[in-house]
């Protein structure tokens, strides 16, 4: 997808972030193609980046910037309060909770392939799976990473500087230009942002 305003406008208010603007742009036609063909996203990370995880599904699951009305077709659907209450969605799943089923995971095989164990049963070929870790070297994030590339999914890292292992086992990686871990959450925050707002133009042109 060609440039569009909130990239630009991100790339004015955080310019130390034009040296990943052709991985961004990348992000955001990958997550794109992806909702257009039916196909879902899930979202993984740790602490902050979990809480980021969490952040940037919830911007794409009900409206950002914008209402989402639903259409006329959809609302005769349901009930009239319903209707006119509802927001249209995109199928972003955050794997940071299924508590149940991770601390299981955590208990009966181990704790590293929390993740890996929800990809490997909910993703299918042609899904996304964003993998978020600020050192680039999470063990349950990259193992996650592994197992949506066996099922045919593509992968979307989001990391620091250096990128680590994410940068290996991710078709798009965003490495942006930080060591610290909190400059590199806020760089993160940024850029989900405005790939949502972007997403959300995109597929709810009319609010």
């Known amino acids: 997808m060609a440039m569009n305003k909130y990239l630009d406008r991100l790339f004015e208010r955080r310019p130390e972030l034009r040296s990943c603007a052709g991985e961004i742009e990348q992000v955001v036609a990958t997550l794109h193609q992806c909702f257009q063909s039916g196909h ?3 979202f ?4 902050g980046s979990a809480a980021d995880a ?3 599904a919830g911007e794409l699951l009900k409206g950002f910037y914008s209402k989402r009305c639903l259409s006329a ?3 005769q659907r349901l009930p009239s309060t319903m209707g006119e209450q509802l927001q249209g969605g995109l199928p972003a799943i955050p794997l940071t909770g299924f508590i149940a089923l991770r601390t299981a995971v955590a208990n009966d ?3 590293e392939l929390e993740f890996a164990q929800l990809v490997w049963a909910l993703g299918q070929k042609g899904d996304v799976l964003v993998a ?3 050192s680039g070297n999470a063990r349950n994030v990259i193992a996650a990473a592994e197992v949506a590339r066996a099922r045919g999914m593509s992968v979307i890292g989001l990391s620091g500087r250096v990128g680590g292992e994410l940068q290996k086992v991710a078709d798009i990686c965003v490495r942006t230009p930080s060591d610290a871990t909190h400059e590199i959450q806020e760089h993160h925050l940024a850029i989900y942002h405005a790939v949502s707002l972007t997403l959300e133009d995109a597929f709810f042109p009319a609010g």
Do not use: F, K
Not at 44 to 47: A, L, R, S
């Open 40 to 42: 879902r996203a899930y």
């Open 109 to 111: 095989i181990i704790a």
């Open 73 to 75: 077709e959809d609302r």
């Open 54 to 56: 969490d952040h940037w």
């Open 44 to 47: 993984c990370g740790n602490g």
């Open 132 to 134: 978020l870790s600020t």
